[in-house]
């Protein structure tokens, strides 16, 4: 059960835009677009962002945005805020009924 | 509205057992899976462990299964996580996450509860 890569961290200046890349093996991605990343502000409960590659829960900005090719999935975060400055982190359900994370992104807006 | 909240962590010796527990409110428990998710310090998350939403599949990460168990109880909308033979790399905040579902299973949670903490130190 390895991680999923993403790095350690990126940074965008306000209204500029970033993509976080998260990247797996085939089996970590199961071939279906099952997908998801949350945002993490210290001291507070993990936030769904994007879920099934592409799709944005309710009360999300359409600021955030995610899209895969291959075996990486990116999530796009538009017009950078500094509200957004937050660890992200991707998951995705597997082959063998487990799921995995990505090892977390520091997004800092400068 | 949705709210999971942790409790049951706080701090245990190399060896020793603890029991988390994830009260749930604002949605109907027994309808949906559950999972306890792990952060140690200064690293990222980690899946821990899935029980299904009558509690008959239980799926665990390599690095805690035979040691961990999931459980819950529908009739009081509380999700448990006992853990035994506890470990220094096992010092983490532990979340509960709902997963979601809509008509049919979805595969990420949709929502989570604020965590509790547990330190496994002598």
């Not at chain 1, 990343?37 to 962002?49: E, S």
């Not at chain 1, 063998?96 to 807006?109: I, N, R």
């Not at chain 2, 990222?44 to 690095?63: F, M, P, Q, R």
Request: charged fraction near 15%.
């Amino acid at each position: 059960q390895s991680a999923l890569t993403q790095p350690a961290s990126v940074s965008g200046s306000p209204g500029q835009s970033i993509t976080i890349s998260c990247t797996g093996t085939s089996s970590d991605f199961l071939g279906y677009n099952y997908v998801s990343w949350y945002q993490l502000h210290p001291g507070k409960a993990p936030k769904l962002v994007i879920y099934d590659v592409t799709n944005r829960p309710s009360g999300v900005s359409d600021r955030f945005s995610g899209s895969k090719s291959g075996n990486t999935a990116s999530l796009s975060i538009s017009g950078l805020q500094a509200e957004d400055e937050a660890d992200y982190f991707c998951t995705s359900f597997t082959s063998s009924s487990t799921w995995v994370f990505g090892g977390g992104t520091k997004l800092t807006v400068l | 509205q949705v709210q999971l909240v942790e409790s049951g962590g706080g701090v245990v010796q190399p060896g020793r057992s603890l029991r988390l527990s994830c009260a749930a409110s604002g949605f109907t428990f027994s309808f949906y899976n559950m999972h306890w998710v792990r952060q140690a310090p200064g690293k990222g998350l980690e899946w821990v462990a899935v029980i299904s939403y009558a509690g008959t599949n239980k799926y665990y990460a390599d690095s805690v299964k035979g040691r961990f168990t999931i459980s819950r109880d529908n009739s009081k909308n509380t999700l448990y996580l006992q853990m035994n033979s506890l470990r220094a790399d096992d010092t983490a905040v532990y979340y509960c996450a709902k997963q979601g579902y809509d008509s049919v299973v979805k595969y990420y949670f949709d929502y989570w509860g604020q965590g509790t903490l547990v330190t496994v130190s002598s």
